[in-house]
């Protein structure tokens, strides 16, 4: 139910991770997969009782927390792993994607695969 991060403050963007050690990359233009977090406590579970059907479009917004939008409702946070995304979509960038993956019952399962625009 909670974050799915590596659970260390390294998932934060100027956490003393050494990034100079690194290759520039831009990752803000990378496509990713992700399974989505809390999708049951959001707004698009509790209307319709069920995580929304494979093939469903969604899109990355920031709203407090990285989240997944579904016909302008909440489904679920992107894990903490992937908060540079707010840094991206404030730069301008903007993420759409699909469920890939819905599964009801005592876990509720969703993931999706998502490309900048």
Request: charged share 20%.
């Amino acid at each position: 139910m909670g974050s799915s991060g590596s659970g260390s403050f390294t998932d934060y963007p100027g956490s003393g991770k050494n990034e100079a050690d690194a290759a520039p990359e831009d990752r803000c233009k990378k496509a990713l997969s992700s399974q989505l977090e809390d999708v049951e406590h959001h707004a698009y579970y509790t209307a319709h009782g069920k995580p929304p059907p494979i093939g469903t479009v969604l899109e990355v917004a920031l709203v407090k927390r990285v989240v997944a939008v579904a016909d302008g409702e909440i489904v679920g946070n992107l894990p903490t792993r992937l908060n540079y995304l707010a840094g991206c979509m404030r730069a301008g960038y903007e993420y759409v994607g699909i469920v890939t993956t819905s599964k009801s019952g005592p876990t509720v399962i969703v993931s999706g695969d998502f490309a900048p625009k």
